[in-house]
């Protein structure tokens, strides 16, 4: 029973093609993440969702759109992919976003560019 | 602009031995820090972590260790295992921010 669980591990695709990821919890929690890590290893926050309410919008191209169809469930949709985008995507949840330092991981969306 | 640094990418210690992974940090607002531990193809998981207003947070066989004035912390391991190998993650967080800022990680191996 995967807390934080993410589809698909690894994900290979062409230049501008458009692709999503998908991330459910079944912790109960009301916040959830989505995080890049790129080449130089940085985990960098890219959305945040409380209560399917996007609170956090870091500095990431409108080609990301995250959607959060209810609690439990935060996706990412990625249009007109670049090679730049090769990266590992986490997802994480967290009780509410005051405990969001305490935050549940899955185990990553592995992405390559083409 | 790298505010929660780690520099040593990797560090191999003796099964027994103490382990000493070192965070330094240039943002004097963080309050909060913490350690993830990362197995490959795994996301992070919650470690340890330390208030600004303490100096040492013990649990089991990890420490952190706090030096505010020299913004640096570190985890302490003792007795290393071979499943302690791992990427280790310092974060921080500032007060009135959410999201804590990751450090790039330092990659602990532990020879049996």
């Known amino acids: 029973d995967t807390a934080v669980s993410q589809t698909p591990k690894y994900l290979v695709t062409q230049m501008g093609n458009d692709k999503s990821i998908k991330c459910e919890q079944n912790l109960g929690h009301d916040t959830m993440y989505w995080y890049k890590q790129d080449s130089k290893k940085f985990l960098k926050i890219m959305f945040s969702y409380n209560n399917k309410e996007l609170i956090i919008n870091e500095t990431v191209p409108n080609r990301f759109s995250p959607k959060s169809p209810d609690k439990a469930h935060l996706n990412l949709h990625i249009n007109s992919l670049e090679l730049g985008d090769s990266a590992v995507y986490f997802c994480a949840s967290s009780q509410d976003i005051g405990l969001a330092v305490e935050q549940f991981f899955g185990p990553g969306t592995r992405l390559t560019v083409l | 602009d790298q505010q929660v640094k780690q520099n040593s990418p990797s560090l191999s210690v003796q099964e027994g031995r103490i382990s000493i992974l070192n965070c330094d940090y240039t943002?004097?607002?963080?309050?909060?820090f913490l350690w993830y531990k990362k197995y490959p193809a795994e996301g992070p998981t919650f470690l340890i972590s330390?208030?600004?207003?303490?100096d040492k947070n013990e649990d089991g066989r990890f420490t952190v260790f706090l030096n505010k004035s020299a913004k640096h912390l570190s985890l302490h391991i003792v007795p290393s295992q071979p499943g302690d190998s791992a990427v280790y993650f310092c974060?921080?967080?500032?007060?009135?921010?959410?999201?804590?800022?990751f450090g790039r990680g330092t990659s602990l191996i532990v020879h049996p």
């Open positions: 974060a921080a967080r500032a007060g009135g921010s959410y999201i804590p800022t």
């Open positions: 943002n004097s607002m963080f309050d909060y």
């Open positions: 330390i208030s600004s207003i303490k």
